[in-house]
């Protein structure tokens, strides 16, 4: 199967950035447990910014709806203060939470996760 922009759950776009690392997050709704979802920029079709993308996987899957959470990591560019991100909703712009720690350090994975459940 090929890929395809991907319907999200909405407010499940977040972006984290430290010195060297920009982290996307999303939650895809696949219409069954047979999807697989990634994020990629979109600069290969001439668009700036990031595309969520599913795929269905081989295989036959019972039909119910599917939340997939999908987590990314790029080279940070710029100090950019929101990046777009396009998905089959539409584009949206993405506001990006800069860091004072690495991604992967304890205290950010804690902010991240404290960003998540408060926001």
Request: net charge negative.
């Amino acid at each position: 199967m090929e890929w395809q922009l991907a319907h999200v759950v909405d407010g499940s776009l977040a972006a984290y950035s430290d010195d060297k690392t920009l982290e996307l997050r999303a939650t895809v709704v696949a219409p069954n447990p047979g999807y697989e979802a990634r994020i990629v920029t979109a600069d290969d079709s001439g668009l700036s910014g990031f595309q969520v993308h599913c795929r269905e996987k081989p295989g036959v899957w019972t039909d119910t709806v599917t939340e997939i959470a999908v987590v990314q990591q790029f080279a940070a560019g710029n100090d950019a203060e929101e990046t777009k991100v396009t998905t089959a909703d539409g584009d949206r712009k993405v506001r990006i939470i800069h860091l004072d720690k690495p991604i992967g350090d304890e205290a950010a994975t804690a902010a991240i996760q404290n960003e998540i459940v408060f926001n």
